[in-house]
């Protein structure tokens, strides 16, 4: 008998680790966090086509994560997306006002998320600003269309 409450006892244990491990792997897949969020500031981008970017996306610097995308919004005056940045405030005053921003993909079919390139010019970006240089996504489904296209017309 009481070897048996010990079993039980010890797969139960067995199987809380179990759904805590996937609660795990399902926040870091995500890329969401239980951290409170730190100090950050704002900026805009617009891109004619941001593909399949989402809110909560990756912003990256040389490929370190500074940063999410914080809000997705049709600009009504232009009708370009307008992408609001949340960076880490370490990098106020820190990035030059002919900053570039591009929507990239992590592999060939993998998330997207936006790419901040630094430039040279000596005045920055602070909070509430908008990047001016932008390069939008890479659509496959575009390329695709593109190449069937010149093959029919050759």
Do not use: C, H
Not at 36 to 54: C, H, M, Q, V, Y
Not at 106 to 118: F, H, K, P, S, W
């Amino acid at each position: 008998m009481k070897r048996s409450k010990t079993m039980e006892l010890g797969v139960g244990l067995f199987m809380l680790a179990g759904i805590l491990g996937l609660v795990f792997l399902g926040l870091r897949v995500s890329g969401l966090t239980l951290q409170a969020p730190s100090d950050t500031f704002r900026l805009e981008a617009s891109f004619a086509n941001i593909g399949g970017l989402k809110p909560r996306a990756r912003v990256t610097m040389a490929g370190v994560t500074v940063g999410r995308v914080a809000d997705i919004e049709l600009d009504r005056e232009w009708y370009d997306a307008r992408v609001v940045l949340e960076l880490d405030e370490s990098l106020e005053g820190q990035l030059s006002r002919d900053t570039t921003a591009a929507i990239l993909t992590a592999g060939l079919l993998g998330e997207q998320y936006v790419g901040l390139t630094v430039g040279g010019d000596p005045e920055t970006l602070s909070d509430g600003d908008a990047i001016r240089d932008t390069q939008s996504a890479v659509v496959l489904e575009e390329l695709i269309q593109q190449f069937v296209s010149n093959m029919v017309s050759d």
